[in-house]
């Protein structure tokens, strides 16, 4: 088979590894890719955004599949334009990407169908942000409408930081027309986490658990990122919790979207907090999540390409997806400044050291070669992921890891796995 990868990142980077291995491959492309990516596929300079051009070269090459990683080019309508020309693609329309494309959409969706949720309000200017904030009181979350690569959501604890984060949203206007109209909603306690199942739009397979971490310091401080790490399993649900997650939040939401006239096909996306009053969905993403994805294609025991393959075709019958009970890390390693000015263009070193950890895999997420020599080309420029019988031995590797990479400016999250492996020992 022929398939194309969408997208540039540390995911695309993990799925390129994995569909690797399937017998069924033949021939792999990636639009746009980075130089990892290119070990494993022949690289396409096409952007995301740029679907027509997309669909053009998955005609001409024939491609039997496309898979697409970001958000961006699903809310655009690339699926719509790919079917419109008789090619499978696995991931949602239009339509239904609008479930991550809009946030206000999503919660008054959400309302509509019982999926659990914060009390939220809808502000369309600074003076209604302040009012609904007053409302909620401190700490209170107020997030952009529309796409801000992970980094919309600010959560302002005192009036200070309240006048920042209005004059970033509606004066600065930081997210542009993401920003048009912003959600502000209670903040919820407890523990953070992601849960993803797949659709063919009728049948819904549910994936490994997995905890991410979006902050951009230790102890979940300073500002939200697209994210920082992430591990699987979660470490925070039972077998019965998760069948109970599927059966709340993510069954309903797809049952729902059918129900709209949102069919949904592709990766459906929940991130969770874990409250005292039971889940709560925080938002929903339409695509497989990152850092998270690294850390479930690490465990996947089945041949990825088919599963997706019938799910492009609306046929996931009985499917049921293996995982291995190993434990897998990934540590995202980012470039100072992110995720406001990361700094780039300086030189990379000791990733052949890295990859020589047992256990360990490096996927490339801002990534540049520059005279053959491999530089810094975004803000979250590594992931250094490993896997091992549990959480603790996998974290050992990828921190061994992730020692061995070096740039001036290279920063990362040292307590990822942290709090969790805290209350299983309390537990014990």
Not at 57 to 68: E, G, N, P, S
Not at 338 to 346: L, T
Request: glycine share 10%; proline share 6%.
């Amino acid at each position: 088979m022929k398939v194309l990868i969408v997208g540039a990142g540390g995911r695309e980077h993990a799925l390129a590894w994995k569909l690797r291995q399937s017998p069924l491959l033949e021939e792999l492309y990636c639009a746009p890719g980075n130089p990892g990516i290119a070990e494993y596929a022949d690289l396409v300079p096409i952007p995301v955004d740029e679907i027509t051009r997309l669909a053009d070269f998955a005609v001409d090459l024939k491609v039997d599949l496309t898979i697409v990683g970001p958000e961006l080019p699903l809310v655009l309508g690339v699926v719509d334009e790919f079917r419109s020309r008789g090619l499978a693609i696995f991931g949602p329309q239009r339509r239904a990407a609008e479930l991550e494309g809009s946030k206000v959409f999503a919660k008054e969706f959400m309302g509509r169908h019982g999926v659990p949720t914060a009390p939220f309000e809808i502000a369309h200017d600074a003076a209604q942000a302040r009012k609904a904030a007053a409302r909620f009181g401190f700490p209170v979350v107020i997030k952009a409408d529309g796409l801000a690569q992970g980094k919309g959501v600010l959560i302002p604890t005192n009036a200070d930081e309240l006048d920042a984060a209005i004059a970033m949203l509606f004066e600065e206007r930081r997210f542009g027309a993401s920003a048009d109209r912003v959600l502000v909603e209670r903040f919820e306690t407890g523990e953070e986490l992601s849960f993803m199942a797949l659709s063919d739009g009728e049948h819904v397979v549910p994936l490994a658990t997995s905890k991410d971490y979006k902050r951009i310091g230790e102890g979940d401080s300073g500002p939200n990122t697209g994210g920082m790490g992430a591990h699987s399993p979660s470490g925070l649900l039972s077998a019965d919790d998760a069948a109970a997650l599927l059966e709340k939040v993510v069954r309903p939401t797809i049952a729902g979207l059918k129900e709209e006239n949102r069919t949904f096909v592709g990766v459906i996306y929940a991130g969770l907090m874990m409250t005292s009053d039971g889940p709560k969905v925080l938002e929903f993403n339409v695509r497989l999540g990152d850092p998270e994805a690294q850390t479930l294609l690490l465990r996947m025991e089945d041949d990825l390409l088919p599963i997706l393959v019938a799910g492009a075709a609306g046929d996931f019958g009985a499917l049921r997806l293996r995982f291995r009970k190993e434990a897998a890390v990934c540590l995202v390693l980012a470039s100072a400044g992110y995720p406001d000015k990361p700094v780039k263009g300086e030189l990379i070193s000791g990733l052949e050291a890295a990859r020589a950890v047992p256990g360990a895999h490096v996927f490339h997420a801002g990534t540049a070669l520059r005279d053959g020599d491999l530089v810094v080309s975004g803000g979250r420029v590594l992931n250094v992921c490993a896997t091992g019988p549990n959480l603790r031995e996998a974290l050992r590797s990828a921190y061994t890891s992730a020692a061995e990479v070096q740039w001036p400016s290279k920063v990362l999250r040292r307590d990822i796995g942290k709090r969790v492996l805290e209350m299983a020992a309390a537990v014990e």
